[in-house]
């Protein structure tokens, strides 16, 4: 267990469908991330948060949207995917007050687009 | 940007020591981590790195040299359940959050 929790753990939708990822993080870090992991390629940074304000957005299409209600909670809500955006889809949190400040990634969301 | 190389698989020999190679190509550089994944779950963090030098935790050791673009990650005395995928990531100097990884070397430890 890292302190990062997300739900689902897999997911399956339509390319019409829409649906929200969830990430909770129990380690009152300030930072959170979306990365999307996709076989043989790197993770991927779509999307920073600090202190409940995007700083950093990948050129993420805006099929994917996510919201930060507070520092411990980040969305990803997904409309009208492509069956190329099936991957895993991680969610990280860290500290950003210097030093290491390491990322502590959950464990999830397998996503099928059909 | 950030260029990252490691290589794709390795296979080495439960006892014996593996060092998996990481060489960066960055615009900005303010520090590079070493990740370990096993297959279907969340990278865990293994080390960080912004000096150059070797940084020791028990078994695993991680090298920077800034100058070169390089880093190693050191395992000794390989066991069975260190079978997995190692990243290597980079962050940005730019935002202090920002972290590129590479593809992973997918470590396979046999008997």
């Known amino acids: 267990e890292t302190g990062v929790t997300q739900t689902p753990r897999h997911l399956v939708m339509g390319m019409t469908n829409k649906k929200s990822l969830k990430c909770e993080q129990h380690l009152g870090h300030n930072a959170m991330y979306w990365y999307k992991q996709s076989a043989k390629k790197p993770l991927e940074l779509m999307f920073v948060y600090n202190f409940k304000e995007q700083t950093e957005n990948n050129s993420v299409p805006s099929r994917f949207s996510p919201e930060c209600p507070n520092s411990s909670h980040l969305f990803l809500h997904l409309h009208t995917l492509q069956p190329e955006d099936s991957a895993l889809y991680l969610c990280?949190?860290?500290?950003?007050?210097?030093?290491?400040?390491?990322?502590?990634f959950g464990p999830g969301t397998r996503l099928t687009v059909l | 940007g950030q260029n990252i190389d490691q290589p794709t698989e390795m296979t080495a020999t439960e006892g014996a020591i593996v060092q998996i190679n990481c060489t960066y190509q960055?615009?900005?550089?303010?520090?590079l981590f070493w990740y370990q994944q096993h297959a279907g779950e969340a990278p865990t963090f293994l080390s960080y790195?912004?000096?150059?030098g070797l940084e020791e935790k028990g078994r695993f050791s991680s090298f920077l040299s800034r100058s070169k673009g390089y880093s190693y990650l050191l395992l000794k005395e390989l066991q069975m359940k260190d079978s997995a995928s190692y990243l290597c990531?980079?962050?940005?100097?730019?935002?202090?959050?920002?972290?590129?990884f590479g593809t992973g070397t997918r470590l396979q430890v046999t008997l």
């Open positions: 990280a949190s860290s500290r950003t007050s210097g030093g290491s400040n390491e990322q502590f």
């Open positions: 990531a980079v962050r940005d100097t730019g935002t202090a959050s920002k972290l590129t």
């Open positions: 960055t615009s900005g550089f303010n520090g």
């Open positions: 790195n912004v000096l150059d």
